[in-house]
């Protein structure tokens, strides 16, 4: 919790977008990690000048921030805009505003950030209710659709404002206004209160954060009642079923994420949340357990979930068709959140793996180049070449064919900027005796270790390149141990230098414990170059087709480059894969099949007897130069029975 004197003096605070109370490796604050060059450090600098602005005047354009306005004139139902949830992107807006504020201490948006407050704080009611959609007059009554009105699910996203808010300014009137948005929760869903539970959980994990940052037990408690509530058919049936919102199987008994995925990674970062306050092991060991069922058959090459359109669900194992993949970004990012508390929780850094991969190929792949359009669904394969959204109309579509806008149900826009913002969260870790690097990239990290402060400043234009450049620029008497990842996709190729002796490093954390000088240098080198992957055989949609990486990198075929052929479809790729560095490129030859009536027993497919050499890009760049088609999982030339032309 921030220590403090008063709302207004100068504070110090832990700038913490997770702060367990104990586990294997301790969260950093935002200000002890700074990216100041390369990837990540451009995607920040665009969530800070594009992104979170044009999340803002959309919003705007759109009346969702208007709607408290309307509250407050009195022109509510009649003047209301938006979904039941568009009060959430609101919120999530304006934790993306406090995380950056903190970051970057910026005082025009800090000014944004307090119009806001004043234009939402005087529709909380005197309960501590807070709704735009429900509760007046022509409005259907407070909690009269738990499974679809999303009220608990707007407090959440409400409550980690209020968090990022609290962590980074201080305990002002927004967090106040929160305080009482949480008690009036605690009021009415408590012991004795309504034993129900929200269709959209968000909540849960919220009210712990929230708990965590006042030392209120009381949001734990709620938390919990939420939690130990779900699963036993509390919210009733529906026709997608109850599993849908996870109203099937208790959390402790479930043995893989199912429904809807956005709702089943929330509901399961706040299960191992609670499971931490409590010490219940049990609870986190349940989570891990489903988290690496669900990693090993149901989760895209990207690090995407969610095959299934209808319901933005999960499907069955190794179902995951490319061409409909829906992979949600919020999907991913929640994927990101559970996997970033299991790593606090275990140490264990195949949950770093998991959110570097979805980093790079899920969160990164949803904002456009200049950061104002997103995509909400992330496809595998493009079949035909999408088509140019309006720019000033929301789109319908969460499918949309090219990044779009704006959306009539727009979470993605906000949550890419949330998470950006607070980005630096997700890098390092500490313990009492170390430091922990688990992603990469040019900056420095600081942690107060038991016997004093260290700091290092790392060096690296990763993940173009594989060198990681590691200067201790702290340290202390005393023998301290520097970690850092080798991840997965590095097989048995990396190496790590110290005092000039090269070593082989092994898939996991690399340990070197010693007494450190400024000025020491560890070298991690990386095998980023690129590489054939190979799918489970049991995933059908994907038989006789390979995909390409480079490091972390996913890499696409996009038609843009491939002018021999009309559609990536008629793509037939060979087994010459090239890296000239950072160029890659794959032998191809192009397939052409006559049009018959019947599309079976076809026998007039051939290929073309020369080949083209075809350039690949990353996954999360493809669309950025107008329609096209594209696809990751590329067939094989041996995979058809053709003839091949002379």
Partial sequence: MPTRTDTTTTTTIASLPVDPSHGALRPLALSQVTIDGGFWADKQSLNASAIIAHCEAWMEKVGWIGNFDAAVEGRLPADRAGREFSDSDVYKLMEAMAWEIGRTHDDTLDARFRALVARIAPVQEADGYLNTRFGRDGQQPRYSDLQWGHELYCYGHLLQAAVARGRTTGDDEFVQLARRAADHVCDVFGVGGIESVCGHPEVEMALIEFGRYTGESRYIDQARLFIDRRGHGVLGDIELGSSYYQDDVPVRDAEVLRGHAVRAVYLAAG????????????????????????????????????????????????ELPSDRAYSETCAGIGSIMLNYRLLLATGDSTYADLI?????????????????????????????????????????????????????????????????????????????VGLQLHQYAAGTVSADLASGRVAVR???????????????????????????????????????????????????????????????????????????????????????????????????????????????????????????????????????????????????ATLDADTARVRLLPYHSWANRGPSTMRVWLPLESADSVSTGR
Wanted: aromatic share 6%; proline share 5%.
């Fill in 271 to 318: 299960a191992v949340d609670l499971g931490i306050e409590d010490e219940e092991d049990g609870l986190v060991d349940a989570v891990a357990a489903q988290l690496a069922r669900t990693v090993a058959r149901r989760t895209y090459l990207t690090g995407g979930m969610g095959a299934h359109h209808e319901g933005e669900s999960f499907g069955a194992d190794f």
């Fill in 458 to 604: 790392t060096e690296t234009n990763y993940p173009d390149e594989g060198v990681v450049r590691v200067v201790v620029t702290e340290t202390l008497t005393d023998e301290w141990t520097l970690s850092l990842r080798v991840p997965h996709w590095a097989g048995e190729a990396a190496t790590i230098t110290v005092d000039g002796e090269t070593h082989s490093a092994a898939v996991g954390m690399v340990h070197i414990r010693r007494p450190f000088a400024v000025g020491d240098e560890i070298v991690l080198s990386l095998p980023v170059e690129a590489r054939w992957t190979e799918p489970d055989p049991r995933i059908d949609a994907l038989r006789g087709q390979r995909a390409v990486e480079r490091g972390p990198v996913v890499m696409c075929l996009e038609s843009t480059d491939a002018g021999h052929v009309s559609t990536v479809d008629e793509v037939r790729v060979t087994g010459d894969l090239r890296d000239d560095d950072g160029v890659v490129t794959v032998g191809t030859r192009r397939l052409t099949v006559s049009d018959d009536a019947w599309p079976y027993g076809v026998d007039s």
């Fill in 356 to 432: 570097e991969r979805t980093l790079f190929n899920v969160l990164a792949t949803s904002p456009a180049a200049d950061g104002q359009a997103f995509y909400y669904t992330n496809t595998l394969h493009q079949r035909e070449p999408g088509s140019i959204p309006a720019a000033d109309v929301a789109s319908p579509r969460a499918s949309s064919s090219l990044r779009a806008p704006w959306f009539d149900v727009s979470c993605c826009p906000t949550n890419v900027a949330r998470t950006l913002a607070s980005l630096g969260s997700y890098f390092a870790t500490s313990t009492a």
